[in-house]
């Protein structure tokens, strides 16, 4: 009799724990594997006809990913940065695939100076709405400076810090000033990166 009531008493904790146990099983994410298993739609997207690329493709060398330009020994006598109709061109500098570019200067003055100044670089994008502004109205616009502190009589040779800038445009115009009282020997350096 003890074992028949065991038995009795074990029924009533058995049966909802089986019934538990199937529930759960059934309502178990068992799908997931089968989904995974069943046919999925997958698009493909190929270049468009002007990106194929056909034969080797192979890099030989150093990838460079910067690059120096320099304009040397530009004679820029004296004249003031908002004086743009007497600014001195000194050339264009190319940053098409540049990212940006870090500028220096550096130069001598023929004698030494009686009035201290600064010898400066602006760099104005090339671009006709941009140079036709700067050209008729004097105005600036998205332009990169960059000058070196006073220039004074103590030595003929001066130098500006070396500055970092983002680029926006693919070419920029380079124009030099000079409010010192002699005219001064300048380089500029430009050295692209990415």
Same mark, same amino acid.
């Given at each position: 009799?003890?074992? =028949? $009531? ?5 029924? +009533?904790?058995? *049966? ?6 199937? #529930?759960?099983?059934? @309502?178990?994410?068992? $799908?997931?594997?089968?989904?995974? =298993?069943?046919?999925? !739609? ?5 270049? +468009?006809?002007?990106?194929?690329? *056909? ?16 304009? !040397?020994?530009?004679?820029?006598? +004296? ?13 264009? #500098? ?19 100076? %009686?009035?201290?100044?600064? %010898?400066? %670089?602006?760099?104005?994008?090339? =671009? =006709? +709405? ?18 070196? &502190? &006073?220039?004074?009589?103590?030595? @003929? ?9 983002? @680029? ?17 020997? %300048? ?8």
């Amino acid at each position: 009799m003890r074992e =028949e $009531d065991t038995m009795a008493r074990k029924l +009533p904790i058995i *049966a909802p724990t089986l019934s538990a146990a199937a #529930l759960l099983l059934t @309502l178990a994410p068992g $799908d997931t594997l089968r989904s995974q =298993e069943e046919i999925q !739609k997958v698009f493909v997207t190929n270049f +468009p006809q002007t990106q194929q690329v *056909a034969g080797t493709v192979s890099i030989d060398g150093v990838v460079r990913h910067a690059t120096m330009q320099r304009l !040397k020994d530009v004679q820029v006598p +004296p004249v003031g940065p908002k004086e743009t109709t007497r600014l001195i061109q000194a050339g264009t #500098l190319a940053t098409d695939g540049f990212t940006a570019v870090v500028v220096g200067l550096s130069g001598q003055t023929r004698a030494r100076t %009686v009035h201290p100044g600064t %010898v400066g %670089v602006l760099l104005i994008p090339d =671009e =006709e +709405p941009v140079t036709r502004a700067f050209e008729e109205e004097g105005l600036m616009q998205f332009p990169i400076e960059i000058k070196t &502190p &006073p220039v004074t009589g103590a030595s @003929l040779s001066f130098a500006s810090a070396q500055e970092r800038f983002t @680029l926006g445009f693919p070419r920029y115009r380079v124009f030099l000033y000079n409010t010192t009282d002699k005219t001064a020997t %300048v380089n500029v350096y430009a050295y692209l990166t990415n």
